[in-house]
């Protein structure tokens, strides 16, 4: 079966930088930064990016341009023979449908807020009443339903399209609303009276709330934001040409992803501030804290739906990608056609999204990972804790160990074409440092989670 190629460096650039811009960049990334202690999170977060996340980006771009394969096959395609290499693909492919499974249904949170916005549900509540909207989505399970349903089929869609008509065409135009819209109600957020103290505690770094915890979250956000360690932005690196070198498109993708995080804290923290909430107020930052904000703020309706517009865009650019990935993979492995791949891959993530919604009600007795601990939990830790560094580390040690793909024919896909060149004096680094900082943090960070 031919590889389906991009039509555009445009379109390879937005694609993969959604991919990597979602959920992480403006749903986990500020609540992380606002439990951390703002800036000096924000401050290692970029540290983690540019010294872990750019050269396992580069990495996972290479073995897909280099293989001409889903992630699911490129091993065999790259791995010397008799080599077990490619039992990691497996695992990176189960990473992707568990990313979903709660994925889906957080972009289906966004969505039920964006049309309580537009309808404007939220008019005229107190602030236990918006807490009480909140609490309703996850009491009925019906309320998670119906937008993840939405999501699942207009994801599936799209990926059943060819490459260029669908997914190409509707993320270029999706990306581009996105990066005008966060622009727009940032600029609305930081005109509010506190944003002067919200950009303080947001920017600039306090050295007296470092913490082993600030690193480990840090390192997490880093490859849970870009989606690095599962395959997940190699099958775009299948779909390339050699006209332009790895690691500089990897910093533009890099350079996109960072700008919307550091937005969506821009358009965030001023808010609290201005209005006196809590900046720690973790999760439920977005869909409690910030719909009350909204009721405060002169046009609040507009505003509200104006962010959870981009939100909407901001969840759908990973969930095209990601499905993308699951279309791609499932084509190769079963020789279905893409509207049969996406079709039945559609019925498959109708059901694997249930043990997410039920695990905040009809399943809440089910708490994996101790007291107050859901299924959402167990997944999102099993992505970001386990699944995102470690298929890291093995990415690091496939294209360093002399038993794997090897440096030279690494740096040789990497550097094909114009622009920016990895550079070979990265050896040492890329073999005793980078594989080293990554389990050692992955260690820590398990043990203190337990």
């Given at each position: 079966m031919a590889q389906d190629r991009l039509g555009s460096r445009l379109g390879f650039i937005l694609i993969s930088a959604g991919c990597a811009i979602g959920v992480g960049n403006v749903w986990?990334?500020?609540w992380m930064a606002g439990q951390y202690g703002g800036g000096i999170f924000v401050i290692f977060y970029i540290i983690f990016l540019i010294l872990l996340g750019l050269p396992v980006m580069a990495i996972e771009f290479s073995l897909g341009r280099a293989s001409q394969k889903t992630p699911v096959q490129m091993y065999q395609e790259l791995e010397p023979k008799g080599s077990k290499w490619h039992i990691h693909s497996y695992f990176s492919l189960a990473g992707n449908y568990i990313l979903m499974m709660f994925y889906s249904v957080v972009t289906g949170w966004i969505l039920r807020y964006m049309v309580l916005h537009v309808t404007g549900d939220f008019q005229g509540l107190d602030t236990d009443q918006v807490s009480a909207v909140f609490d309703q989505t996850l009491a009925n399970p019906w309320n998670m339903i119906w937008p993840t349903l939405i999501v699942v089929i207009f994801g599936f869609t799209v990926c059943s399209m060819k490459l260029q008509n669908g997914l190409e065409r509707v993320t270029k135009h999706m990306m581009l609303a996105l990066l005008v819209l966060i622009v727009l109600v940032a600029v609305k957020s930081m005109t509010l009276p506190g944003a002067?103290?919200?950009l303080s505690f947001y920017l600039k770094p306090d050295f007296s709330k470092f913490?082993?915890?600030?690193?480990?979250g840090a390192m997490n956000q880093a490859f849970f934001t870009l989606s690095v360690g599962m395959g997940s932005v190699a099958i775009f690196g299948s779909y390339i040409d050699k006209d332009r070198t790895l690691l500089g498109e990897s910093v533009n993708i890099i350079l996109l992803d960072t700008f919307v995080a550091i937005m969506a804290g821009l358009i965030i923290f001023p808010a609290t501030f201005t209005f006196g909430v809590s900046a720690e107020a973790g999760p439920s930052l977005i869909f409690i804290t910030l719909?009350?904000?909204f009721n405060h703020m002169s046009g609040g309706r507009i505003w509200g739906s104006l962010f959870f517009l981009f939100m909407?865009?901001?969840a759908f650019s990973t969930?095209?990608?990601?499905y993308e990935n699951?279309?791609?993979s499932s084509m190769a492995l079963f020789g279905w056609s893409r509207k049969k791949s996406a079709l039945i891959n559609a019925l498959v993530m109708l059901v694997l999204v249930l043990p997410c919604i039920l695990g905040f009600n009809r399943w809440s007795h089910i708490q994996p990972l101790g007291p107050d601990k859901n299924i959402m939990d167990l997944e999102d830790f099993l992505v970001s804790n386990i699944i995102l560094p470690l298929g890291s580390f093995i990415y690091v040690l496939f294209v360093t160990l002399p038993g794997g793909w090897g440096f030279t024919n690494f740096l040789d896909e990497a550097n094909s074409g114009k622009g920016l060149r990895f550079p070979a004096k990265a050896k040492p680094y890329m073999t005793f440092v980078l594989p080293v900082v990554i389990l050692a943090l992955f260690v820590i960070g398990l043990k203190n989670f337990f």
């Open positions: 986990k990334f500020p002067k103290k919200g913490s082993v915890d600030v690193l480990i719909p009350n904000i909407t865009f901001a969930i095209l990608a990601v699951l279309v791609a």
